[in-house]
């Protein structure tokens, strides 16, 4: 009978201290196949750890991210549950089938490898370590980011010997075979025996949709109106994804399915080469015009990724950057300021604005100033029959960017009245079915007067 | 007597000017929004629309069009403002899509007084509808 829960169970055996009054309580009791694939899990950590030389072969690790949630301050409120869903993300990755990783408090994790010896056990907790906080925080100091490795019992207690993560990655350059790294994670203990089938927790059932369907994610643009200068000189190159039944989602709507980060890369390096292939053909033809094009977070956060963007935008040539603008989506709000401002830098030499995707109700961007962004995208509600709240908060978003410097772009302005609210308030860029829709190509630049708008036909 | 057609979304600012209107001996009919005041337009013989330019779902520069296509003659003011930075480029749009005259917001009684002293010259001749 489990009368504590695992967590607790899993906290006490490997707690250093007793846990603190801050840690979030207990969950209730698991009930049904929660509680069999706990129980499962306890049973093989209870494998893993009957094993006598598993503390010596130094094969427990803890991980706490403590330098990055001082790191984020107040966001770390906010970014906890992705910070936890990109820890999960990041280990499973990292972690063979038989190791065991769980979460024992609040940013905190214990991983129990099964087979690799402590050299390389701490590699890869370095490389996780290293990874999450590159993600969230950009470059950090690896000396200040912690790894614990157990090495012994004391009083039921396990003993950790701690090391950073830049001491561990530089005792593995200067200890690994020629190999490398790669090499020096090969196994030295005797694997364990593998699970009998029957004792793994069944895989719960996950929703396939087919590739194809997945697929279905093109890209159109969309002309957006600098209404400040009446002309339609941007197009905004937005994700659309159809479904099989005719109907379409646009902008970040279409990406909110796709979790894997390499998927959105890919997307993203799709839209950029096929953006930048049109615009080199339309600018060869004479035309003049600028589009956007968007990048998600998940994209630039992660250096493999990035690097992989980056070297896309370095064969943009230089006659066509300066018509080039990026729209980052899926950031997380709150992002620090200091990871914004490098992203940006890294993007600046490729491009002439830079604008980042906000939620619309988001009101405060004070983090935001002096990143080097050259402004904000957001999505207005559709709802007619809001729309008077949507003007009065149109007012507040403007009024915070423009406190923080920044330009302001509604998109999904489908009214006059919203393209009138909008431009009252101060934005500055306007998008939406009112402007214009999304086409395959984007076209010339062209005038556009408010007279061109009220005189276009419109619904009231 | 004169009737006047205030079309504005707040209601502080249409119960001051129909205030300040009704002290003039004006007679003063009162739309939430552009769809509200067209249709009062078309059933009352109004001789002047003040119309916000800033309010959901019917617009005021939209409103002001339809009220030029349907009383051609019909003398409107149009207002806006109210601390929105941007509110005074769509005064001029609105009198380049036909208002006679624009008031930014907040705007003196003076001159609310000069606007409709200059679109009622004879406050006795009201324009009829087409």
């Known amino acids: 009978m489990l009368s504590l829960s695992l967590g607790e169970k899993l906290r006490n ?26 129980q499962s899990l306890e049973r093989r950590l209870q494998s893993l750890l009957a094993q006598p030389q598993l503390l010596s072969a130094g094969r427990v690790h803890m991980l706490n991210f403590d330098r990055l949630r001082e790191s984020l301050g107040t966001a770390w409120e906010d970014l906890r549950d992705r910070v936890h869903a990109a820890a999960d993300r990041i280990i499973n990755r990292l972690i063979a089938e038989q190791d065991v990783q769980f979460r024992t408090g609040d940013g905190e994790y214990i991983i129990v490898f099964a087979t690799l010896n402590r050299q390389a056990a701490t590699l890869v907790c370095a490389k996780i370590a290293e990874e999450l906080h590159r993600l ?42 020629p190999g490398g790294a790669e090499a020096a994670a090969v196994p030295a203990a005797t694997p364990l025996p593998a699970e009998p089938a029957a004792a793994r927790p069944p895989e719960p059932r996950k929703l396939q949709l087919s590739q194809g369907e997945l697929a279905q994610i093109s890209t159109m ?28 989602v646009e902008g970040v709507a279409a990406l909110a399915a796709i979790t894997d980060p390499q998927q959105l ?54 006659y066509l950057r300066q018509f080039l603008s990026f729209e980052f989506l899926r950031f997380p709000a709150g992002v620090p300021n200091g990871r914004m401002t490098e992203l940006v830098n890294e993007m600046r030499p490729f491009c002439r604005w ?62 006059t009245s919203l393209a009138i609210a909008a431009r009252a308030a101060g934005t500055t860029l306007i998008a939406g079915d009112r402007i214009g829709r999304a086409e395959e190509i984007p076209q010339h630049m062209l005038r556009f007067r408010w007279q061109d708008l009220f005189l276009r036909d419109a619904p009231r | 007597m004169p009737t006047v057609l205030v079309i504005d979304d707040e209601d502080m600012v249409r119960l001051v000017l129909r205030q300040f209107l009704e002290r003039q001996d004006m007679e003063v009919i009162e739309a939430q929004d552009g769809d509200e005041g067209l249709r009062l337009c078309r059933a009352h013989r109004i001789d002047l629309v003040i119309c916000d330019l800033i309010m959901p779902r019917a617009d005021g520069i939209g409103t002001i069009m339809h009220i030029r296509r349907i009383a051609p003659k019909m003398k409107i ?23 006679d005259h624009a008031l930014g917001k907040p705007f003196t009684r003076d001159q609310l007084t000069a606007a409709v002293a200059a679109c009622l010259p004879n406050p006795t001749l009201a324009p009829r509808l087409r």
């Not at chain 1, 055996?13 to 706990?38: C, I, N, S, Y």
């Not at chain 1, 157990?150 to 075979?177: F, M, P, R, W």
């Not at chain 1, 479904?243 to 379409?248: I, L, M, N, V, Y």
């Open chain 1, 13 to 38: 055996w490997f707690a250093e201290e007793q846990p603190v009054a801050t840690a979030r309580p207990a969950k209730a009791t698991p009930t049904g196949p929660d509680m069999e694939h706990l």
């Open chain 1, 136 to 177: 969230f925080l950009g470059d950090p100091n690896l000396g200040d980011i912690k790894v614990a490795t157990a090495v012994g019992l004391l009083d039921g207690k396990i003993l950790y010997e701690h090391a950073s993560v830049a001491e561990l990655l530089a005792n593995i350059d200067q200890t690994a075979d």
């Open chain 1, 221 to 248: 643009f969309r002309p957006l109106w600098d209404v400040g200068r009446q002309v339609i000189s941007t197009y905004m190159c937005t994700p659309v994804r159809r479904f099989p039944d005719g109907s379409a």
């Open chain 1, 265 to 318: 890369a890919k997307i993203n390096t799709d839209t950029l080469i096929d953006t930048v292939e049109i615009l080199d053909e339309l600018f060869r033809n004479k035309f003049r015009l600028m589009v956007s094009v968007p990048v998600c977070f998940e994209t630039l956060a992660a250096r493999r990724t990035r690097q992989e963007y980056i070297t896309v935008c370095q064969s943009v040539p230089d």
């Open chain 1, 354 to 415: 830079s604008f980042l995707r906000v939620e619309f109700r988001q009101q405060s961007f004070t983090s935001l100033a002096g990143t080097g962004l050259t402004g904000l995208t957001t999505l207005v509600p559709s709802d007619r029959a809001a729309e008077a709240r949507t003007m009065e908060d149109l007012n507040s978003f403007v009024a915070s960017a423009e406190r923080a410097n920044l330009r302001t772009c509604v998109v999904g302005v489908a009214s």
């Open chain 2, 77 to 99: 003011i149009a207002i806006s403002g109210g601390g929105r930075s941007h509110a005074m480029e769509l005064l001029k749009v609105a009198e380049e899509m036909g208002a």
